[in-house]
């Protein structure tokens, strides 16, 4: 059964440092991984999106791939209390099928 | 651009009762998908439309039908609701294979069922 597993948290950061968000997964096909986040009572949104091993950067987020280790992680620098949300990590399968990890929910103690 | 349109975006049903969610997409996506969304139990697909004029189970289907009306529209009916289908329920749409950034998600139903 192809699986993604995220810690469900809560992680804690205070404000202004870096929040680090981890993910594996099962299928050694996936080629495709994203991030969506999640404020309460409202719809996932995606924020990135990585496809070869290494980092990858928008703003202030990175998301990080390695596929030998399987491991998917999204860092969030000079963490701010509107980033407080649950992140989901998700892994394109060969149906072009979205396979979702429970999400970390994150809190920014201001 | 309205991106995923679901309505209503809350309704109480009785037990028993039935009742459609409607979902439009306008970006021309070949493939929808309804979700169910549970405390602590992440995102759970109901039923999905790889593309017009076919669907597909999920994880979760019984209880459950749909339709894909044309490219646009993807609604999920509940025949005779029960409590335990008291949950959010999320439609999205995606392009596939050419083009594929992840899905879009409709702003979400939240249903409860007493």
């Known amino acids: 059964q192809k699986e993604v597993e995220q810690n469900s948290g809560p992680l804690s950061v205070p404000e202004g440092a870096i929040a680090s968000l981890n993910c594996t997964y099962s299928d050694r096909v996936s080629q495709s991984f994203f991030w969506y986040r999640q404020y309460s009572g409202k719809s996932p949104e995606l924020i990135m999106s990585?496809?070869s091993n290494g980092d990858k950067e928008d703003g202030r987020f990175t998301a990080q791939l390695n596929k030998a280790s399987q491991y998917v992680s999204l860092l969030i620098r000079d963490s701010q209390p509107s980033d407080s949300a649950t992140y989901l990590c998700?892994?394109?399968?060969?149906?072009?099928?979205?396979?979702w990890g429970a999400g970390t929910k994150l809190i920014i103690k201001p | 651009n309205a991106g995923v349109t679901q309505t209503p975006k809350f309704q109480v049903l009785k037990t028993g009762q039935s009742m459609t969610l409607q979902c439009a997409q306008d970006m021309n996506h070949n493939s929808m998908y309804w979700y169910r969304q549970d405390p602590g139990m992440g995102l759970r697909l109901i039923y999905y439309s790889a593309s017009e004029g076919t669907t597909d189970k999920g994880e979760v289907p019984n209880g459950y039908n749909v339709s894909r009306l044309n490219k646009r529209e993807f609604s999920l009916r509940l025949e005779s609701a029960a409590p335990s289908q008291t949950s959010v329920y999320f439609c999205a749409s995606s392009e596939v294979p050419e083009g594929f950034n992840g899905y879009t998600f409709g702003s979400g139903t939240r249903l409860t069922v007493v």
């Open positions: 998700a892994a394109l399968d060969s149906n072009y099928q979205l396979i």
């Open positions: 990585i496809y």
